[in-house]
C-alpha cells in the first residue's frame, strides 16, 4: 500500500500543477477578450465570457477534490501502520506546520472559489477581483509543499521564486490551453479571423512575459539546487530537469511559430491558417503536460546539493 502512494503523489502534483496553471489562465484569456472583443462584439463577448466562467468552474472543484485526495494520502503515508488514525494525528498534519497551513490555505481558497462562482450576485466583494486573489493563494499555497518551503531556502525567497514560475506558467501555458478549449472554437469562422488574429497577438504577448518569468524564476531556483555541474549531472534531479528544459524549447519554438508564421496567415485571411493554429496548439499543449508530468516528479526527487 505504501509503494501505491508513492505513486499516487506525483499524480495528485501534476493534476495540481495543471489545474493551478489553468486558473490562472482563465484570468488572464478574460483579460484578452475583454480587450479583444468589445462592445462591439458585445453579444459574442458574453458568450465566450460564459464559456471561459464554465470552463473554471469546474477547475474550482477539481481543485478541491486535488486538495482532498491529497491530505488522505499525507495522512496514509504518515501514519503506523498498526496504529488508528486520530483526530490528534490529523490535526498535527493538516493544520500545523508549514505544509498543514499551505494545504489548508489552498483548500480554503477552492472552497471560496467555488461559492463565488455560485452565489456571483451576493457577493460584497466583485468577483473580477475576488477571483484573482484567491487563484494567487491557492498558487502561493502549492509553494508551501515542497522544495520551496524547505529550511534550504532559509527564508522565503524560494516560495517566491516557485510563486513566480507558476504564474508564468499559468500566463503562457494555462492562457493557452483555456483559449484553445473556450475561446478558439467560438472564432472558427472566416468573418471572424481578425478577431481570432487580434486575440493571437495578445496572447503572444502576454505569453512571451510568462515564459520570461518561467525562464528567470527556474534558472535562478537551479543555481540554488544544482551545486557543482557533477552533482548536478548525476542526480536524478538533474537529468529529469534538461529533459523539461528540452521540452521548454519545443513549446517555446512552437509558440514562435504561431507568432511568426500562424498568426500573420490568419490576419492575411489565410484558409490554411487555422488548420496550422489547431495543429501547433495541440502539440505546444502536449509537451507542456510532458513538462508539468516532469515537475511532479521534480518538487519530491532529492536535490543534487543535498545529495
Known sequence: MIGDTILLYPVIRGLLFITLLLLVGTQTASWIVARQFGA????????????????GMPLGGLLLFLSVARATLQLWSLKDPAEALTLEFARAVL????????WLIQSTAAVLFLASSSFTTRLPVKREVLAPLLIVAAVWAQT??????SSFWNGPLGRGLQLTHLIGGGIWLGTLGVLAIAVFPALDRTEQQPLLAGVLRDFSSV????????????????LKYAGSLSAFLAASWGRLLMVKVAGLGG???????NWRIVTPEISRGDSNGVAHLRRAVRLELALGLVMLAITAFLVATQLPREA
Open 207 to 222: 505569453a512571451r512575459t510568462g515564459a520570461a518569468l518561467v525562464v528567470l524564476a527556474g534558472l535562478l531556483i537551479t
Open 251 to 257: 513549446v517555446a519554438g512552437l509558440g514562435w511559430y
Open 144 to 149: 508551501g509543499m515542497g522544495h520551496a518551503a
Open 40 to 55: 462591439a462584439a458585445e453579444s459574442l463577448t458574453r458568450r465566450v465570457q460564459r464559456a471561459i466562467d464554465a470552463f
Open 95 to 102: 493544520l500545523e506546520g508549514t505544509w498543514g497551513t499551505s
